[in-house]
């Protein structure tokens, strides 16, 4: 297993879903974790608090991943009470679906803030802290459609394209400082995110809830199963590996074999 004590992880969108899955299995990994996302305020802190049962420190900063001076203070905070900004896992996302024409602007703004902007924003306050620890890894959760299109997702299918871009450009900006940048590529995770899109497939396209499921979303996923949210946190734990040192600027399919057809 590998050992993370005494690093620090800053997870985006870790009350919820994939990013909280993620936090878990560093935690019991050994790292301390800074938390970020919305949600219940008992809620949070009942998950904070278990993740404390692994004998690590965790903490919760509500910055909002649309607001770059939110965000420059999560880094900054983390870093305080830490000490360091060790890996850096961007994760918090929205989804939207509409035709584009109805797509409402604001929608797509926050689409890509949240899902592809923030991520520049906590790579350039924590890559400084990681070249002067002189490790460090940069993990970003984009999506099968950081490779390939559905319809009525144009925002978020650009977002995960876009921060496939910004993953190799980074990796390349800091591969001789020990410091790797990779991107993972999920297909379909049953999570609330994806809860919500179904509701929002149905209507889009005028079928049922169990047609989204099996004829939309398993279609393409050739396992005919979701993706577990804890396949993701093993691959993250294995990017923070040594074995994985140098895999740098590239991105991993999870995706039962979805963009391989
Ligand atoms: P989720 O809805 O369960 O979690 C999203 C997290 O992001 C929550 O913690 C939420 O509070 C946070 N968040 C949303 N807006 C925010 C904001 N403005 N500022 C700060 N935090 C904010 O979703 P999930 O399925 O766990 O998705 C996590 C990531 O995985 C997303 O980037 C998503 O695009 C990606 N992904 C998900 C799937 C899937 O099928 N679920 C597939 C591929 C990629």
């Known amino acids: ?58 903490l919760y900063h509500g910055a909002n991943m649309t607001q770059p001076d939110e965000i420059e203070d999560l880094i900054a905070t983390a870093h305080k009470e830490f000490g360091s900004v060790d890996i850096l896992i ?30 520049f ?3 350039r306050h924590a890559l400084p802290l990681m070249r002067k620890s002189g490790w460090g890894r940069i993990i970003n959760i984009a999506s099968a459609h950081g490779l390939v299109a559905s319809p009525y997702k144009s925002a978020y299918v650009t977002a995960k394209h876009g921060i496939l871009g910004l993953t190799k450009t980074i990796a390349l900006e800091c591969a001789e400082d020990n410091i790797t940048v990779n991107a993972i590529c999920p297909g379909y995770v049953k999570t609330p995110l994806v809860e919500g899109q ?22 393409a996923q050739w396992t005919k199963k979701f993706v577990k949210i804890e396949d993701l946190t093993d691959l993250t734990l294995f990017l923070c590996s040594t074995a994985a040192q140098n895999m740098t600027g590239g991105h991993i399919s999870i995706d039962g074999g979805w963009t391989a057809a």
Not at 22 to 34: D, E, P, T
Not at 98 to 105: G, H
Not at 201 to 208: E, M, Q, S, Y
């Open 1 to 58: 297993m590998t050992d993370l004590k005494g690093k620090t992880a800053v997870i985006t969108g870790s009350t919820s879903g994939i990013g909280l899955g993620i936090a878990k299995g560093m935690a019991a990994a050994g790292a301390n974790i800074m938390m970020n996302g919305f949600g219940d305020a008992d809620k949070i802190k009942t998950a904070r608090q278990s993740l404390e049962t692994h004998d690590i420190k965790a």
């Open 90 to 119: 961007n994760n918090a996302g929205i989804q939207y679906v509409a035709p584009v024409e109805d797509f409402p602007p604001e929608k797509w703004d926050a689409i890509i803030a949240i899902n592809m902007s923030s991520a």
């Open 198 to 219: 179904i509701a929002d497939t149905a209507k889009a396209r005028g079928i049922t809830e169990d047609e989204v499921i099996n004829d939309v979303l398993l279609k």
């Open 121 to 123: 924003h906590t790579i």
